[in-house]
């Protein structure tokens, strides 16, 4: 959980950005929209095979 504490002369403004540079930081947006839609285990471990043939062919 990603907490924000609003110090003596911050704006709302900075405070927001603050938050959102937390949230991309933890990793929390890719994570919801991973989890938006069921996965079959079956289909999620053929992309986990394809995205790794994808990271071998790109580092050769």
Do not use: C, N, W
């Not at 890719?30 to 471990?45: C, G, H, M």
């Amino acid at each position: 959980m990603v907490f924000v504490k609003k110090m003596p002369g911050d704006s709302d403004d900075s405070v927001i950005r603050k938050f959102t540079k937390k949230v991309i930081d933890a990793g929390i947006i890719p994570e919801a929209k991973r989890r938006q839609f069921y996965v079959k285990p079956s289909l999620a471990k053929k992309m986990k095979q394809e995205e790794s043939r994808r990271m071998r062919k790109r580092i050769i």
